[in-house]
């Protein structure tokens, strides 16, 4: 887990970083957090994203794309939300959460940051 915690922490280095989270879509469930604040739970986040995260694989799925997903973007009026499903075999059903303040981030080097950070992480 010491990998885990570590790439938490990485993540919350990329500029505008306000919260991450590694999550569990077929439960919901979060398997580590770093960050967040009164107006972000991302316990809350994380189960809801996990609905996002779910009902974009169902239409891949639907559709018979064989293809992945590399990122969903949620851009609010004062934030960036990015979901990064994991891609690594024991990363299997499992997706990286960071949100993002619009003001102090830069949108493409945080989804460079969060892809080399992904492409480390050990679960």
């Known amino acids: 887990m010491a990998n885990l915690e570590l790439s938490l922490k990485e993540c919350m280095s990329i500029d505008g970083a306000v919260g991450v989270a590694l999550v569990d879509y077929t439960s919901g469930m979060t398997l580590g957090t770093a960050g967040g604040s009164a107006e972000l ?63 102090r981030s830069n949108l493409a080097m945080a989804r460079h940051q969060l892809r080399r950070i992904e492409a480390t992480l050990e679960v």
């Open 41 to 103: 739970d991302l316990s809350v986040a994380a189960a809801g994203n996990t609905d996002v995260v779910r009902a974009k694989m169902r239409t891949l799925e639907l559709l018979k794309l064989d293809d992945g997903i590399e990122d969903i973007l949620i851009t609010l009026d004062t934030q960036y939300h990015l979901i990064r499903p994991l891609s690594s075999r024991s990363g299997k059903g499992l997706f990286l959460y960071l949100a993002l303040l619009r003001t």
